[in-house]
Structures are given as C-alpha cells and as structure tokens.
C-alpha cells in the first residue's frame, strides 16, 4: 500500500487552475516537492490533508480515499503550514498539550509528550513565554513541534526553514533528515530552495505552473557529468591553460580561483596531469564535475 496516491488531479480556484492533472506516487522515504513560488506546492498539501477537493481525480493517503476519509488521513499524518497558526498569547507547551488533548492524549500525557517534542526541536526555557516574544526561528521550531505531537507516520512540511538563520536551517535539515532515515518517518517536503531539497531528500518532484515536471531521484538528477572536471594548479596557470587550448580542450574561469576544464574526447584523465607537469606545475586540486539541482530544475520548467 502506498502512503499517497494521486491520478490525473487538477485542483481550481475559481477560474485559476492551481493543480493541472498532477499523478504520482509516493511510498516512503524522504521526497521534495520543489517549485517557484506559485508552482500548486502549498495547493498540493492542502489536498493532501482534505481541506482543498479536487475538480478531477483521485487522492488516496495510506489507501484511504479523500475527501471522504479526512479524518482518519489525519490522525496519520503531521502538517507544518507556511504560515504562523499559533497564539501569540500563551506559551509553546500549552499551545503543544492542547494539540496533543485534541488529538485524544489525556492532559497528563499531552504535557509529556509536548516537552519531548520541544526538546527534540531544541526549544529551551523560552518554552514557557508567550509566543509572542519568539523570534521567527523560534516560532518555527514550534510549528515543527507540533506536527509530531502524536507521532504521525507521515510529515507534510511547507516551508519549513523560513526564517531561520544559517545555523537554525541546517539545524532544522538535520532534524528532518533525522525522522525520516533514523525514524524512518515518511516525509513530504515542499520548498522553493535547491540546497534545503538536496540535504534532506532522496527524490524530487517538480512542479511548475501546477504539473509535474519531473519526478526523480536526486541521485540522478545530479549525475556525473563525463569528461568535465574542475581543476586547480599550483602555478603557471594561463600556461596551463594554453596547453589546454592547444590540445583541443575548453575551459572557464570559476570564482574560486580554480579552471573549470572540459575534454573533447575520450582521452584519459592522466593527459591532464602530464601536461601540468609538461608546463613546470603541479595539480593541487582536481574532482570530477556533477551537474546541480539547480540545472536539472532549470531544464525541467524550460529555462535552461
């Protein structure tokens, strides 16, 4: 049985198409759901959790069809909305025991499991102030909470690093990281960033303009690029270089003082060495070139 299933599913509103016949399947892991801002990702969620119903198709959570069995979908899965959803006028474990009383936990349990929760995301004593006196990455840190009070099965997460500062982000990536291979928690993770979909997830799914544009690992996406490599020399570089041009090669500058240096053909990676050493240098610096996220994203919605 697959965690979500949707076919052909087109989601409007009013006469604006959000969702244009959007299929996939999803059956654990980690999986990003990576778009521009207005691509159907936060529609796509909605749909997911029964609160948006699709002009066309079919969605099924846990086999579970929607809109009919909302509810029990529910009680399954965790949600982190993009946006705050939480009172600014009481505190983090209130707010987290009265989620977890809501779902059924008497309060003595909701209170426990509302702490666990919060020393998981790394809130400290600031737990028991107002939320309103939170920073941004705090009230994050909240949002996530919440979405694991009662240890769902499966994290829809939108956006889940806005407003964190660098080290909060990588923070909150390894957390999320953390669920989903150390818990083997499923995970549905929707942004508009590349770095935060490649650190957290094992495959990608492409939306633009409401379609699906590709759905694939992210190992593939980033494959090898043959006979491309980035290298850096100790000394006479533009001799190096003219080596390079003579022998048939392409290369460019990169900002980090290192050549990015393209071969015609099959030759071998050693004639590279030997000419640096036919120049009086050495290679301090040499890796083979993977293509980006980036540049699969690109071609992907046609902007290569």
Known sequence: MSLIRLENVSVSYGANRALSGV????????????????AGKSTLLKTLLGFLRPDSGTVELFGLRLPRHALRVRQRLGYMPERDVVSPKVSAVSFLSYCGCLLGMSRVDAMERA?????????GSNRYGKMETYSAGARQRVKFAQSLIHDPQLLLLDEPTTGLDPGGRVEMLQLIRGLAVGRKVAVLFSSHLLPDIEHVCDRVIMLHEGKVVQDSRVEDLTARREGVYEVQVRDHREGFARRLIEAGYSWRAQANGCILVTQPDERNERALFEMACAEGTQIRHFRTVRRSLEEAFLRAIGKE
Do not use: Q, R, S
């Open 23 to 38: 299929t996939c399947l999803i059956e654990g892991g980690a999986v990003g759901l990576l778009g521009l801002n207005g």
């Open 115 to 123: 702490h666990e929760v919060l020393d998981y995301v790394g809130l």
